[in-house]
């Protein structure tokens, strides 16, 4: 699957959730093995210190794990969440765009591990995520 494909990309964002969109989230480069996406750190995803909500971080990945996850699928198959661990290394301020790269860590049949590295505008890391998705719908 091409990565930069526009007929991918676009394909992958109608299929993301209503929240993905609430969010903001756009998703800049798709393929098993690599999702990209960028977000608008606007004042709805802020915290009070005038940063980006953590909640609002630790979302896009869940997302974008998901989203990895969906895309090693067969059919008939879906994945949820198991796990989710985040380290938050430093802010992001308001008004910046973040970049989120997430990759693969492990994929097995019953399980998936997904690794999120959150980058702010400067090129310096704020936040790493990584989860464990659970496939549903795995025959034996």
Known sequence: ???HDEATINRVME???PFARFLGLRITLASAER??????????????????????LMALADNLGGTGASLNLRDGQSTATLESKTNFLRPVPMGDVVRAVCVPLHKGRTTMVWQTTIYRSDGKVAVIVTQTQMVLG???
Do not use: C, D, F, K
Not at 40 to 55: C, F, T
């Open 15 to 17: 299929g993301q959730p």
């Open 138 to 140: 795995t025959s034996a």
């Open 35 to 56: 999702i990209e996406a960028e977000l608008a750190v606007s004042e709805q995803l802020g915290n009070r210190n005038g940063a980006a909500h953590g909640g609002a």
């Open 1 to 3: 699957m091409p990565e």
